[in-house]
């Protein structure tokens, strides 16, 4: 069954350490790949996305992910952690025409 | 553009009320969808459409009804509400170019039944 598994609920890091978000899937084919935060309140904002191609894609904000098929991996990644970060941070696979699978979001929490 | 505008934000109603959540795209966009976001559950699928006239059942369908009759507008219809059915309810839309799609979300409608 096609599934996408965020396996930390929670990420606390300091400000300017570097952070890595986990996501896994499972998906028959080539998957399209998205990450998306959604601040306290707000709808979901795409961070970057993957279709195919160059395996580490940039997004807006200073991140990047990168795919890696062999391990069913698309793990979010940013040098330096500022503190407007602090956000709900979901995975989520195209899982054939106008369909999509979403993890269950990873909360980060930023210290000053 | 205004993107995906969701009207209301926030809806309190009694159980066995019913309600329709309005969603509205401007980007001229085939696909739309609805999703209910539950704590520690991520996003789940409740109805989509790929296109006027054509909706179609998701991952949690009951209880809810959509009509999609203009490319523009999908709402929400909740028969007779139940505590069940409190949630966050996301409306999304997407396109489809050169065989990719990218979803975009509006900023949801907060729903409490009592």
């Known amino acids: 069954a096609q599934s996408v598994t965020q396996p930390d609920i929670h990420i606390t890091v300091s400000e300017g350490a570097s952070l890595e978000l986990r996501c896994n899937y499972s998906y028959g084919a080539t998957p399209y790949l998205f990450w998306y935060v959604q601040s306290p309140g707000q709808g979901l904002q795409l961070l970057l996305k993957y279709f195919s191609g160059d395996t580490l894609v940039q997004g807006i904000k200073g991140f990047e992910a990168e795919f890696k098929r062999s391990q069913s991996s698309f793990n979010l990644r940013k040098p330096s952690v500022h503190w407007s970060d602090a956000a709900e941070y979901f995975c989520a696979v195209g899982a054939g025409t106008y369909k999509y699978i979403f993890g269950t979001g990873t909360r980060l929490k930023v210290l000053a | 553009n205004a993107g995906v505008t969701q009207t209301p934000k926030f809806q309190v109603l009694k159980t066995g009320q019913s309600m329709t959540l309005q969603c509205a795209q401007d980007?001229?966009?085939?696909?739309m969808s609805w999703y209910r976001q539950d704590p520690g559950m991520g996003l789940r699928l409740i109805h989509y459409?790929?296109?006027?006239?054509?909706?179609d059942q998701g991952e949690v369908p009951n209880g809810y009804n959509v009509s999609r009759s203009t490319t523009e507008d999908f709402p929400l219809r909740l028969l007779s509400a139940a505590p069940s059915q409190t949630s966050v309810y996301f409306c999304?839309?997407?396109?489809?170019?050169?065989?990719?799609?990218?979803?975009?979300f509006g900023p949801g409608t907060r729903l409490l039944v009592l």
């Open positions: 980007m001229n966009h085939e696909y």
């Open positions: 999304a839309s997407s396109y489809r170019g050169d065989g990719k799609e990218t979803q975009y």
């Open positions: 459409s790929v296109g006027a006239g054509i909706t």
